[in-house]
């Protein structure tokens, strides 16, 4: 859910028409761009001088004797403060990297890797299209996957549906869907209902086809009692079903499903929104274009392969099919998300969950600034704050500062100075970070710091891809204790004699969260509380 700012190309030598106005528009709207590369600095010199982009990239790392190429990349994290990337690739080998530092991949199918971009998570067939994908991911997956996670109980899978009419993109936001929750952390199990066609004699033994198709198509009993029921019942699911080979019309295609508490199921396919499967899903999405799309879709797709008598079927069979399940069923009307993918570029969210996470919030932050030092002065004269803290010094702007930190000041009413609060010891490349959080005196127990730590992990988990934020804290500070376990963070063991206070080493508690963990967590149900407030 959170923005992929920087982006990692490994160049061919070869500058394709549109890669100038890409690597413009890229530069232009900020994001932090960068060459990873296993060529030489000489060779990757010669390139950007020869044409001319050495101005576009901020970051860029050649071949170094000894470190891998995933190495690099996580050198390039670091040096850019991001939790990840988007690799822009031709070679499997590139995206082999992205997925084993969780990054999201683009694959140039006009490169020079032959097939290797179709394992990438997503298909550029032109310069601007990188442009393209990157804005789709940052603004179009970023709010779906959002959405998504609103449903998300803490300990339960949580089934979502995806259906819309034939050739209206199902298939291919599903798995660039899948793949963008599995890079944010989460498990996540693709359902395909075409996967669960029955035999051709099941399928067509009803005279009426329209019918037939809509009755017999698809084995819902083996959806049900295989997948859907006993993943609603148990909560888990861990099996091997042998499903028909829809060419061959025979069942010789295994196919193995895997899904726990913390899975993220996709179920995909036409006529889904009926019963027995609609009882099941905790989540509905439909995918809408017009009939007249569809028909140039299959052009497109099938006219090449089958001629006329595609669209014929099309029309006399398909579409019929589709408005008569419209009709009886109302899948748009019963849907929570539906998507304008009328043009499948430039997908459009047209209804969803509303996302308003202000309303309601006591305090805010603001960036530490020189005018708020001396309030963080006055607030660590305290003798309880110093000893919480564990400062011998006072701090300096500069101390708050730096690629490796996020500081706040916490205010009330945009202007009354309540406290600080930080992630601090990031390391972008493990995405992890340390909190502390200091409350000045007259404004404790008052629920500020409550407030405050749970605005600061919905920040570090939503806007910063951070995946584990960490803390200590003293054992004789039972308030504090009690307040992070309620939020959900998890004892870890204890630093024994840690800290010298009062002229006695004390313990130190170590709890941890993770994003995966705050999902269902007291401070995501209240996210969710305000949001579906309005």
């Known amino acids: ?34 060459i990873c590369t296993n060529c030489s600095k000489e060779y990757i010199e010669e390139i950007l001088d020869t044409f001319d982009i050495r101005k576009y990239f901020t970051i860029i790392k050649s071949k170094v004797q000894g470190l891998t190429k995933a190495q690099l990349i996580k050198q390039t994290l670091d040096e850019s403060s991001s939790c990840s990337a988007i690799i822009v690739g031709s070679r499997a080998m590139d995206f082999e990297v992205a997925d084993n530092t969780s990054c999201l991949s683009i694959g140039i199918s006009y490169g020079r890797g032959q097939s290797d971009y179709k394992a990438a998570d997503f298909t550029a067939e032109h310069p601007m299209d990188i442009h393209r994908l990157v804005k789709k991911i940052n603004e179009f997956y970023k709010d779906i996957a959002k959405q998504i996670l609103q449903k998300k109980q803490k300990d339960l899978p949580l089934l979502v549906g995806i259906n819309g009419v034939d050739t209206s993109g199902k298939t291919t936001f599903t798995k660039e869907l899948s793949r963008y929750i599995s890079k944010m952390g989460f498990k996540t199990q693709t359902i395909l209902m075409d996967d669960f066609h029955n035999p051709s004699q099941i399928r067509n033994k009803e005279r009426d086809a329209i019918l037939s198709y809509i009755n017999n198509a698809f084995d819902l009993s083996k959806i049900e009692n295989e997948i859907l029921g006993p993943i609603a019942k148990e909560g888990i699911l861990d099996k091997e079903l042998t499903l028909l080979d829809l060419e061959e019309d025979k069942f010789t295609k295994c196919k193995r499903y895997f899904v726990d508490k913390d899975t993220i199921v996709l179920v995909e396919g036409v006529l889904l929104y009926r019963e027995p499967l609609n009882k099941y899903f905790h989540l509905r999405l439909f995918m809408d274009i017009s009939f007249d799309e569809v028909l140039e879709r299959a052009k497109k797709r099938d006219g090449a392969l089958f001629g006329d008598k595609v669209i014929e079927r099309y029309r006399t069979k398909y579409i019929p099919i589709q408005k008569l399940y419209i009709e009886k069923y ?17 997908p459009k969210i047209i209804k969803g969950i509303a996302c308003d996470k202000s309303k309601g919030e006591k305090i805010g932050f603001e960036n530490i600034q020189e005018k708020h030092m001396t309030e963080i002065t006055k607030m660590l004269e305290d003798d309880d704050a110093r000893e919480m803290v564990g400062v011998v010094t006072f701090p300096s702007l500069e101390d708050y500062k730096g690629n490796n930190n996020i500081c706040y000041a916490i205010l009330v009413d945009q202007q009354q100075f309540v406290g600080v609060v930080e992630l601090f010891n990031i390391s972008w490349k493990n995405r992890r970070a340390e909190l502390s959080i200091t409350i000045k005196p007259s404004m404790r127990g008052k629920g500020y710091g409550h407030e405050a730590v749970k605005k600061i992990l919905e920040l570090g988990f939503e806007v910063h891809g951070i995946n584990r934020i960490w803390l200590r804290v003293l054992e004789t500070n039972k308030k504090a204790i009690n307040l992070y376990e309620k939020l959900g963070f998890v004892q870890e063991g204890i630093c024994r004699g840690e800290s010298l206070r009062g002229g006695k080493f004390i313990n130190q508690i170590q709890m941890s969260m993770l994003f995966s963990e705050w999902i269902g967590g007291e401070g995501y149900e209240d996210y969710k509380l305000l949001t579906n407030s309005r």
């Open 1 to 34: 859910m959170y923005n992929y700012k920087t982006i990692i190309f490994d160049l061919d030598g070869i500058l394709y028409d549109g890669t100038i106005n890409m690597l413009h528009n890229l530069k232009k709207e900020n994001y932090t761009l960068c």
């Open 330 to 346: 109302d899948p748009k009307g019963i849907s929570d998300i539906i998507i304008d993918n009328e043009d499948y570029n430039n």
